[in-house]
């Protein structure tokens, strides 16, 4: 009998412990904006995610964006944005940096998943270079994928996908000069 309490003691001081996360930080925020505008950090700016563009966002996704609107830094042509998108079960943390020619640069911040993050490599994010919006809002090339991380191999290009159109309505907002 004692041994079954003890088994029982244990098991519910193991349903009380916090969920094993993995979680991996790759760059932190301040060092990615430091990358993509180097010692001219502009202030942050936010765009609402209303109408036409919420619905653009949520093709892009497949899913509805969870937030109202979106943080993004601006510096004459260049848009960097940090955006969370879910890989399999948990979210992964994505910078992307957009200019004229498409996007100049891509990191994986954060990885929360126990597989999969091989998407942090440089020579899967250096796909992305130059990419560009094609028609519906997709990617304007194709990115080969990693095997075992297919989910965030997907999650990653939904998340430049979206930056590239967040760009674009930035952009345009902006004053001709």
């Given at each position: ?7 029982l ?13 993995v ?5 932190s ?20 995610l209303?109408?036409?563009l ?7 996704l ?84 990693i ?28 004053p001709?000069?």
């Amino acid at each position: 009998m004692p041994r079954v309490f003890v088994l029982l003691l244990m098991l519910g001081l193991a349903a009380t412990l916090p969920a094993y996360e993995v979680q991996i930080r790759h760059l932190s925020q301040p060092d990615f904006l430091q990358q993509v505008f180097a010692d001219q950090e502009p202030q942050p700016g936010l765009l609402p995610l209303r109408g036409e563009l919420r619905e653009r966002v949520t093709k892009v996704l497949g899913h509805p964006y969870r937030g109202m609107r979106l943080r993004y830094w601006h510096s004459d042509e260049i848009s960097a944005w940090i955006i969370d998108e879910k890989s399999k079960d948990m979210p992964m943390t994505v910078g992307v940096a957009v200019g004229p020619e498409g996007i100049v640069d891509l990191e994986i911040l954060v990885y929360r998943e126990p597989r999969g993050g091989e998407v942090h490599q440089a020579f899967f994010r250096r796909q992305y270079r130059g990419m560009t919006l094609g028609e519906n809002d997709t990617l304007s090339g194709q990115v080969d994928g990693i095997t075992g991380a297919t989910l965030s191999v997907d999650a990653t290009s939904r998340v430049a996908a979206m930056a590239l159109v967040l760009h674009q309505v930035v952009m345009d907002r902006l004053p001709s000069r």
